[in-house]
């Protein structure tokens, strides 16, 4: 049974950080692509950071970076000076050709 599972999310000040962890089991974890998607309230579900097999990654925020360990089958996000508008439910998404896997989502909110 595939699954993705991610953790770390939670309520922060504004200028602080937050490491969200996505673990993932049932497929071989390193034969995929992993990406962090975030949607906020009322608004498109939208990619902030990819990372290849190979640990290439691309940022789309670029106070974000994404990593992989795939001993561990994990992806992580680590997030620094978030916003207020960094508010969002942040998901984990696994790919591999027209395959796609999702985590249930973790809400992260930024407020003072």
């Known amino acids: 049974q595939v699954q993705l599972v991610e953790s770390g999310g939670g309520l922060v000040q504004p200028g602080g950080s937050l490491r969200l962890s996505c673990t993932a089991s049932?497929?071989?974890?390193?034969?995929?692509?992993m990406s962090w998607y975030r949607q906020a309230p009322g608004k498109e579900r939208e990619l902030v950071a990819v990372i290849g097999t190979t640990g290439g990654g691309r940022n789309f925020e670029g106070r974000f970076t994404i990593s992989r360990d795939n001993a561990k089958n994990a992806v992580y996000l680590q997030m620094n000076s978030l916003k207020p508008e960094d508010t969002a439910v942040y998901y984990c998404?696994?790919?591999?050709?027209?395959?796609?896997?999702w985590g249930q989502g973790t809400q992260v909110t930024v407020s003072s």
């Open positions: 049932g497929f071989t974890f390193s034969s995929y692509a």
């Open positions: 998404n696994a790919r591999r050709l027209s395959v796609d896997f």
